[in-house]
DNA sequence: GTCTATAACGGGATAGAC
DNA sequence: GTCTATCCCGTTATAGAC
């Protein structure tokens, strides 16, 4: 690829970044370093991407590529409601798990561009609730569920599902946890959020 | 007071901060407009505060005090769980309603300072919940209540209590809500909330 | 379109003299 | 405690090479 939006340069970059990211903490990474393990010159870098917070939102919805789409179908698919929710834990925690970036970057995104909503249109993409609400709302008529507010209920389950991930640090210090020990809580707590969700909805 | 934490100039720059903070966002005022403003040097203003960062979170720790302690009261008084629930979740909404920046500050900075989460001094002391474990424990030996872990079950609480006020902008987007509908949903959902935990709670 | 070199500006942080 | 000078970093700009 020889165009400016794919080119092994730019990928470097990213890839260098991300790594660096990850490794250091986004504050304590230098774009003059990036560019340097990277191998090029730090106005190319921002030929490419004209800032440090450009870059990482390109880093950002490049992620939410890889993985948003795992996420989106599993809230239209055509799952009795208990597997459906069952799944849409796991597989949202495996995906927080195996990419820690993710949640601080949604958050210092939203927090920065308040104001600019087309920003937030990547992020907004993950939510598409409406064959879940519809769900809900048929599986309350028949009395198979408690009648609850859809939104509610899924605002409840991504709070349920992501803040822990925000407050990560906050958690292992409060509880005395080291890395494996923190990864054993969040595991375990995919099984108490399913548990908290199915006995909201219980009639 | 001429003592270094005490001073005059000390609190005059963290009244000027805090003015400037609320009134432009913290990343669009710098440093030696605060100093400036507040008629000191900008090199004494750093004597004092080693970093902007550091200033932020001494500002941030000293706004919570007051709302702090009415919070941590809560979940050591000697109340009906259900009572003290209830109560729980009302009380931080409301503190949370009164100053809608605190959460975006705790998050960007527990996100800054990912490995020292220890400095958060005034954040950790929120979450003494000692007294509330050991009751939900005694609740559960009774058969009053679901056995559930008590520390996820406290975690499960503040996530769908603060969560929300994290992407706040996120929900209005989506949801299309002015700030008085935003503010409605916020209302509706300290009932949604308290049914959840209750539910997840019955045996 | 891709890449280098270099200079400059503004903002945060620091050393050291007083 | 106070101030000057300086440094580092993100960012912008320019001029030019391939």
């Given at each position: 690829m020889d165009t400016k939006h794919g080119s092994a340069t730019r990928l470097k970059l990213m890839e260098t970044?991300?790594?660096?990211?990850?490794?250091?903490?986004?504050?304590?990474?230098?774009?003059?370093?990036?560019?340097?393990k990277?191998?090029?010159?730090?106005?190319?870098?921002?030929?490419?991407?004209?800032?440090?917070?450009?870059?990482?939102?390109?880093?950002?919805?490049?992620?939410?590529?890889?993985?948003g789409q795992k996420i989106r179908q599993i809230l239209n698919?055509?799952?009795?409601?208990?597997?459906?929710?069952?799944?849409?834990?796991?597989?949202?925690?495996?995906?927080?798990?195996?990419d820690p970036l993710l949640v601080p970057f949604v958050l210092?995104?939203?927090?920065?561009?308040?104001?600019?909503?087309?920003?937030?249109?990547?992020?907004?993409?993950l939510y598409n609730t409406e064959a879940f609400s519809k769900q809900l709302r048929q599986e309350a008529e028949k009395g198979h569920i408690r009648n609850i507010d859809p939104e509610q209920f899924f605002i409840s389950m991504i709070s349920l599902i992501l803040f822990p991930f925000a407050i990560k640090p906050l958690i292992a210090y409060r509880m005395g946890l080291n890395s494996e020990e923190m990864a054993k809580f969040l595991e375990d707590r995919r099984e108490h959020i399913y548990i908290m969700l199915m006995a909201t909805l219980r009639p």
């Open positions: 970044a991300r790594e660096l990211f990850i490794a250091k903490g986004v504050d304590r990474v230098g774009v003059r370093e990036i560019a340097a990277a191998g090029v010159n730090l106005s190319l870098m921002n030929y490419y991407f004209q800032s440090k917070e450009n870059l990482l939102e390109e880093i950002f919805e490049q992620s939410i590529k890889d993985n698919a055509e799952l009795p409601l208990d597997s459906k929710i069952k799944l849409y834990v796991n597989t949202y925690t495996d995906v927080l798990v195996e210092s995104i939203i927090h920065r561009n308040a104001e600019q909503a087309p920003r937030l249109k990547s992020v907004h993409s």
